[in-house]
């Protein structure tokens, strides 16, 4: 991850420190942040993993617990970090936030206003979009929330790059301050067409707002509102769809390992069924890719508009 300060820049290059947030990956659905301490241990069912062992790696090591077992430590990258931080508010998965960081046309250098800050998951995606030489103005009316989440800004080292204002947009708008300055603005809020005013005077000419709404009633109504000072306004919903790649063996009339029979029977001919040194072709390993069980639906809508030129 960027920072500005290249003392605390986190990358597989720099080796690990006392005092550094690392993610522990036992496995794709199992990982955890963890500060490193070097007098602390961590116990997992692999067994007890001492973090003076960690320290002086890079980023991207194995290490071994007492019992041999293992697991890696990697730097938390904002990928990484959406999978596991603590969730004070709904957050935006990696799916959404490359969709907006794409369509919102972010690069280095940009400032970006972001209303909402929730959890932090898209603001600090954001910081590294706009790194180094960029700046994230994030607000949230809620001053607990917006304590904890410029906490973890300093933990993963874009703090630098990110400011964190305790203010209610919807009803004060965004600062004057910031008139005119902003490359694009970002929008979570229960009703982000009181905003969209206010968004308006502070984004560049030709630059894009976005706002991300669970309900499209409130797309609907925030469509109304844009029409006003916006054109090219779109509306998308991204649905991700993972597969679940492994070997098993085909057998007639079902998948091993698969838990799905097939439902018609098939024919084979009894010479056919066995190979010249007398292995049964039919159990043969093969790769099976099957759709998840488990797949995320529906998140929120995506609602993208230009700012008119004049």
């Known amino acids: 991850m960027l920072a500005i300060d290249p003392s605390k820049k986190l990358s597989f290059q720099r080796l690990i420190s006392n005092g550094d947030l690392v993610i522990v990956y036992e496995r794709h659905d199992n990982m955890k942040a963890i500060k490193v301490c070097d007098k602390a241990e961590l116990q997992n069912r692999f067994g007890v993993f001492k973090h003076s062992d960690w320290i002086g790696k890079p980023f991207g090591s194995r290490v071994l617990s007492n019992k041999g077992g293992f697991v890696y430590l990697l730097a938390p990258t904002p990928e990484l970090w959406t999978l596991v931080l603590s969730h004070r508010t709904q957050i935006l998965y990696i799916a959404d936030i490359s969709f907006v960081v794409m369509y919102l046309e972010i690069v280095p250098g ?162 056919s069924s066995r190979s010249s040194n007398g292995t049964d072709k039919s159990s043969a390993p093969t790769v099976i890719v099957k759709p998840c069980s488990e797949a995320k639906g529906h998140t929120g809508y995506l609602t993208f508009a230009r700012l008119k030129c004049l």
């Open 110 to 271: 940009c400032v970006v206003l972001e209303s909402g800050t929730g959890s932090g998951s898209l603001t600090t995606s954001l910081a590294r979009a706009v790194a180094p030489t960029g700046h994230v103005y994030t607000f949230d009316f809620h001053e607990q929330r917006a304590a904890a989440a410029k906490e973890d800004f300093e933990k993963t080292g874009v703090s630098g790059m990110i400011t964190v204002g305790v203010r209610d947009i919807q009803g004060q708008g965004f600062p004057e301050e910031f008139c005119g300055m902003a490359d694009s603005v970002f929008l979570d809020l229960p009703q982000p067409w009181l905003a969209m005013p206010s968004a308006a005077k502070m984004l560049k000419q030709d630059a894009v707002l976005c706002s991300f709404s669970p309900c499209i009633e409130q797309v609907q109504r925030s469509c109304e509102t844009l029409k006003k000072d916006f054109t090219d306004i779109r509306t998308f919903e991204v649905l991700l769809r993972t597969y679940e790649i492994k070997e098993g063996s085909l057998d007639c009339g079902k998948i091993s390992n698969s838990g799905s029979p097939q439902s018609r029977p098939c024919k084979r001919k009894q010479s």
